[in-house]
């Protein structure tokens, strides 16, 4: 489950608008990603909203809370994964390896087709990037 953030907070300049010619985009990323998982920036994305709709980068904001965890296995069979830890404390599980994350700022990257699950050991903050963004 995910933490509810203030989604009321807006960026001093969010202020673009569906059709704007500003090559500037501000957000937040918990409230962006509400409709798709976390996940802001990807190919996924409504084309309406140019700037996080591409095919070269997936970026996901994750809010989790102690004790969530992804028992299943999962593989991304395309993408090269990178999970950079915020705040918290996060284990990744790999078929050989596991990593816990624990220090802010510390990360964890793997190849395509390499399966995963995690397990949240303290409220935590993560930024997952995929590349590139291609349909499952």
Request: hydrophobic share 40%; proline share 7%; charged share 20%.
């Given at each position: 489950?995910?933490?509810d953030?203030?989604?009321q907070?807006?960026?001093?300049?969010?202020?673009?608008?569906?059709g704007?010619?500003?090559?500037?985009?501000?957000?937040?990323?918990?409230?962006?990603?509400a409709?798709?998982?976390?996940?802001?920036?990807?190919?996924?994305?409504?084309?309406?909203?140019?700037?996080?709709?591409?095919?070269?980068?997936?970026?996901k904001?994750?809010?989790?809370?102690?004790?969530?965890?992804?028992?299943?296995?999962?593989?991304?069979?395309?993408?090269?994964?990178?999970?950079?830890?915020?705040?918290?404390?996060?284990?990744?599980?790999?078929?050989?390896?596991?990593?816990?994350?624990?220090?802010?700022?510390?990360?964890?990257?793997?190849?395509?087709?390499?399966?995963?699950?995690?397990?949240?050991?303290?409220?935590?903050?993560?930024?997952?990037?995929?590349?590139?963004?291609?349909?499952?």
């Amino acid at each position: 489950m995910t933490r509810d953030l203030n989604l009321q907070h807006t960026p001093p300049c969010a202020h673009w608008t569906e059709g704007s010619t500003s090559p500037v985009l501000a957000g937040n990323a918990s409230r962006d990603g509400a409709d798709h998982r976390g996940w802001f920036i990807g190919h996924y994305i409504e084309q309406a909203l140019a700037l996080r709709c591409t095919h070269a980068v997936e970026v996901k904001w994750s809010a989790l809370q102690a004790g969530e965890e992804k028992p299943v296995w999962a593989t991304s069979e395309k993408a090269t994964t990178l999970c950079i830890l915020i705040k918290g404390r996060f284990c990744l599980r790999f078929p050989s390896q596991e990593c816990t994350l624990t220090q802010e700022g510390d990360y964890v990257m793997w190849p395509p087709g390499l399966p995963h699950r995690w397990v949240v050991e303290e409220d935590a903050l993560i930024l997952t990037l995929r590349w590139p963004s291609l349909p499952a």
